[in-house]
């Protein structure tokens, strides 16, 4: 079959090599990619936004399922349009990105069928948010309601932070922004395959690395890095997060009529109270996609076929750990500078890139997040330190990494 993968970044690299090693698939088209995963895929030159030239292409070439990865697509009712062309699609509807793409939509979801989350305020005014967030106090997590490329997430811990939130989600006297009670505990990433009411949660977590810097320091970024499988959050968590969250939540889109067909990703935090949720995003987590993919036997295709004809399928995993560090572009998430030369990689499949570019023969960045090096080990110990490895291989003045990716684990 031929399969087209929506997408630039390092999660949409991931894709393209997972679903390349199908016995199932005989080629494998991404739109628009980067130069990284030419060895792997047939790169179209096609914008991710141009729907029209995306559908064409897809029924010109016979494409027997698209696979969308990133968020704006989906939001944008590519899987819509495609599907209406009779094309197999395997991402939600617009309708069902609103799982992601209105953070007060997805609150009030869960409000409705009691979903666990933290306590929340939905405000449209900048003045009544500044006298909420008086009135409240901090720590106070502040949400832009709509989609932000990981980076519309604010922990306040005090309330200098939560004002300069405040100023920048609220550009004018209007905006949507959802408060919400800080929630502690340890957090951690679900994937679910999803069908409507049907659904195969992934049995193995990872757990990402949001904060720009060491010690989980700095501003909230799309992922500075994962790891998987996380030990320290036992079975029974992840089984208690299924039955109180999951599988209420597939059933709750269901009957709000969302008919989904995708990934759902869960970000949860295990409080004293039980697994609740942070955030929904409709699509694979990135870097998670990243570590889970890698470690993932299962053929993905196969996968996605189960789901689609609502058949249970037990996954399988190679017993291995898997540490993945992304270098970043300095001054990301925040402005940073394109075009720095990075030496040490070849086409490596140690590497997964999401930003780099050839230029007169070198490789230079391309983007924030720029690329993850992914360790594997017989422990967490072993996967950090060959991840570290693989970081230290790569040469270029133009990126940062955090060097405790994986730590929360070795604890």
């Known amino acids: 079959m031929k399969v087209l993968v929506i997408g630039s970044g390092g999660r949409e690299h991931a894709l393209v090599r997972k679903i390349g090693k199908s016995s199932r698939v005989e080629?494998?088209?991404?739109?628009?990619?980067?130069?990284?995963m030419a060895r792997e895929a047939t790169i179209v030159d096609i914008a991710e936004h141009d729907h029209d030239a995306i559908v064409q292409f897809a029924t010109e070439q016979a494409i027997d399922l698209v696979v969308v990865g990133p968020e704006q697509p989906l939001i944008d009712g590519l899987s819509d349009r495609l599907t209406a062309a009779g094309i197999k699609t395997f991402g939600p509807n617009s309708s069902a990105a609103q799982m992601e793409g209105s953070k007060d939509f997805a609150k009030a979801l869960m409000a409705k069928y009691n979903i666990p989350t933290a306590q929340y305020e939905t405000i449209e005014n900048k003045a009544?948010?500044?006298?909420?967030?008086?009135?409240?106090?901090?720590?106070?997590?502040?949400?832009?309601d709509g989609l932000?490329?990981?980076?519309?997430?604010?922990?306040?811990?005090d309330e200098a932070t939560a004002m300069d939130a405040i100023n920048d989600f609220y550009t004018e006297e209007?905006?949507?922004v959802v408060f919400e009670e800080y929630l502690e505990g340890e957090e951690f990433s679900l994937m679910v395959m999803v069908n409507d009411d049907f659904c195969i949660p992934f049995d193995t977590i990872a757990q990402d690395h949001k904060?720009?810097?060491d010690g989980d320091k700095g501003p909230n970024t799309g992922g500075m890095g994962a790891y998987c499988p996380v030990s320290h959050i036992s079975d029974d968590m992840i089984e208690r997060t299924n039955q109180e969250i999951v599988y209420p939540v597939v059933q709750a889109m269901h009957k709000e009529g969302l008919n989904y067909f995708g990934i759902l990703y869960v970000g949860a935090i295990v409080t004293i109270e039980g697994p609740k949720v942070i955030e929904f995003n409709a699509r694979f987590g990135d870097p998670e996609a990243q570590v889970l993919l890698r470690r993932l036997e299962t053929d993905f295709i196969e996968l996605i076929e189960a789901v689609e004809n609502k058949q249970p399928l037990d996954l399988m995993w190679r017993n291995k750990t898997i540490c993945g560090v992304v270098l970043a572009s300095n001054g990301y998430p925040g402005s940073y500078d394109k075009g720095?030369?990075?030496k040490g990689y070849d086409y490596q499949t140690d590497y997964i890139v999401s930003a780099l570019k050839q230029e007169d023969g070198e490789?230079?960045?391309?983007?924030g997040r720029v690329m993850i090096a992914l360790g594997e080990g017989d422990s967490l110990q072993e996967a950090q330190a060959n991840s570290y490895q693989l970081v230290e291989h790569i040469q270029c003045d133009g990126m940062f990494y955090r060097k405790d990716i994986g730590n929360k684990g070795l604890v």
């Open 363 to 367: 490789w230079v960045t391309n983007g």
């Open 148 to 157: 932000a490329a990981g980076k519309g997430v604010v922990v306040a811990m």
């Open 211 to 213: 904060r720009a810097y």
């Open 27 to 36: 080629e494998v088209f991404v739109i628009r990619g980067n130069e990284a």
């Open 340 to 342: 720095h030369v990075v």
């Open 174 to 176: 209007h905006a949507k």
């Open 128 to 144: 009544d948010a500044i006298q909420y967030v008086k009135q409240h106090g901090t720590p106070i997590v502040i949400k832009y």
